[in-house]
DNA sequence: AATTCAATTGTCAACGCTGTCAATCGACCC
DNA sequence: GGGTCGATTGACAGCGTTGACAATTGAATT
């Protein structure tokens, strides 16, 4: 034998299973990759063997022999809370496959993204990728995964790439829903906090707002649409400006819940009483969502169920079709509307 | 040749590169892997044809041939923002070193968590393992990896293990120093929040508190330390009891920023001006730190930084050698004490 | 009983690389 | 000129699994 790096730790191979069970190493290989055209009876032995030998493939072995090579990789650009919740939910997924998730922080501002996407690819193998915003509109990562043949998912795009599977929610409806909520309680003077350009969100979130005004016959002041940057700091300076506008407006709706804290914060220092002066609304139900008081109204984001879905859609794609089927798999997801302390009842207007 | 499921994706193999430079495979392979012994000349000529040809190596047909993976596992229990973080700084150190990151979730309160590493480590056959706390300080997770011969780096571990590195922050002398921030702003009567039992930083923070607050001759009202269990909800509830006590006292220190978020809250709801009636403390300077109007007081972890030498540490390791040179490795890391508006000068005492 | 055919199982090579060990090279020495 | 020795390089056999294809089995059919 081949000196091993690891003293002792021979393990288990595909051919001690066979012995074990009585049959070919190709017949247990079957069993492994659920194919059909073995007898229940014999898969039931290899099985058993299997779980006698405590047996686990090699995942190299497999990788190399084989056309697949158990591996997804998740793309992002950078991290943050959502990060670990989105891997989260497509990890669990992939285990249900035995796949494993490769994390591969990648630079959206690259020069050299593309061959950076290319390396990885090739150095891997992956079966498939999943690109979290803002990676999911680059066109340089899209094609150089094309050129390569490798599916990849799109999560929250800007746009929707025919031929293209992505995930996202209803951000437009939950945003009209929540602004509903505003209009419901009397507010009729609304700020829009908009979110970092080029963002899916940024756009779909402030349509459903301004559907929700339009249905209600109510006009949307440009001076009250501004953007925050999805950030704290910019969301500060944006909502004292519309604190200071002119005609104050009773709520703000911020596209994010960090720029709805920001708004909360702004508001606090110019001494107006939450909610009842100044109602406020935030998006994606944050942390900091239920860390401050009050605590925002908000809409949940289904974080780790969107990654689980992304790694469906990975692993349900076969792999010997080249491209999507037609219709490209569009799954639906539910966001939550989570009403909390931060708006009120709109106080009474100033004649 | 073998059909290929990806049609037309022949990728270059060392083969080919071996033929552009004039030399065999196995030489190629020797300037790869970086081995002495390759004549200065030979080397650049194999260099320059792997650069024309954009080579790179196939991972699992490593992996299979050699001793080694080129796989490190990060294991974890819950996700959280820290955890992105923490990994991003991890798979950069890797990628100096052609190295791999494997997130993989583990429940820590699970039956077979050893079973569940134990399969892990076959079938990746990973280099080594990064385990986040609380699995940091899981005896069926370190047997399962010592019995493997795998090696593991812990990160903020209750107990140190002999002869197993880990990554920790002196906790103890930030906690310290920011409660001297304390005391010398007149603070006397100081709360402590502890965080969830089992957890290295619950400890080493209340050691450090405590430091303080005896060299300064300053009595600790266990009426005033009690646990809120590192989250935002049950130190709401916390902050209250201490609000509520006898004698309130002057300052919270919480042991981390979602608990001191909590106690702004309860502060302001109970109609106290802050910073000026309370001061408070948090600690990691998570992103509710900054987003919560007074922005808090607290100490800065430098998460990526100790991801990236979690990673370092086991690249350093040398397979050949089983377990650890002594000394085991202990890095060290600094800690940024940020002082923001959440503290003021204590208020004159009642009597 | 011979034939047929689908279902089941096995044989063998190959996946792309590295470990082992042998071969070659070239400088240096007697 | 031949010999010695360290430095380089190459030949070759796997690593553990799967793809292609051949072989075997056994029930159904003639």
Chains 1, 2 share one sequence.
């Not at 915003?133 to 795009?157: N, Q, T």
């Not at 992505?166 to 009397?186: C, F, H, K, N, P």
């Amino acid at each position: 034998m081949r000196s091993q790096s690891t003293p002792g730790r021979e393990s288990t191979t595909i051919e001690r299973v066979a012995e074990q069970a009585g049959v070919s190493a190709k017949t247990v290989s079957r069993v492994i990759n659920n194919e059909p055209g073995v007898r229940a009876e014999t898969r039931e032995r290899v099985l058993a063997a299997i779980e006698r030998l405590d047996y686990q493939p090699n995942l190299a072995a497999r990788g190399l022999a084989g056309a697949r090579s158990f591996l997804i990789g998740l793309f992002y650009d950078k991290p943050g809370d959502y990060l670990s919740e989105f891997q989260t939910g497509a990890v669990q997924r992939c285990r249900e496959s035995n796949l494993h998730l490769m994390v591969e922080p990648l630079e959206a501002a690259s020069p050299d993204l593309s061959g950076a996407v290319s390396r990885l690819i090739r150095q891997l193998r992956l079966e498939g990728v999943i690109l979290l915003p803002p990676l999911s509109d680059l066109p340089a990562v899209h094609s150089a995964l094309e050129h390569a043949g490798i599916p990849a998912v799109d999560i929250a795009p800007m746009r929707r790439r025919r031929d293209a599977p992505s995930v996202d929610t209803d951000d437009r409806a939950a945003a009209r829903q929540l602004t509903l909520e505003l209009i419901g309680r009397g507010h009729r003077r609304i700020a829009f906090m908009l979110g970092r350009a080029g963002h899916r969100a940024t756009e779909q979130r402030y349509l459903g707002f301004s559907d929700a005004m339009q249905a209600h016959g109510l006009t949307v002041d440009p001076q009250l649409v501004q953007s925050g940057n999805f950030e704290f700091a910019e969301g500060l300076e944006c909502a004292r400006r519309f604190l200071n506008a002119a005609e104050r407006p009773s709520a703000i709706f911020a596209s994010n819940d960090d720029m709805a804290a920001a708004a909360v914060c702004a508001a606090r220092q110019m001494g107006l009483a939450l909610p009842e002066q100044l109602s406020i609304t935030g998006f994606d139900d944050a942390p900091v969502a239920t860390m401050i008081w009050p605590q925002l109204t908000t809409v949940r984001q289904p974080v780790r169920a969107i990654g689980r879905i992304a790694a469906e859609l990975i692993i349900q794609h076969k792999p010997h079709q080249r491209g999507w089927p037609q219709p490209v798999p569009r799954p639906h997801l539910d966001l939550e509307l989570i009403v909390r302390g931060s708006i009120a009842p709109a106080p009474p207007r100033k004649t």
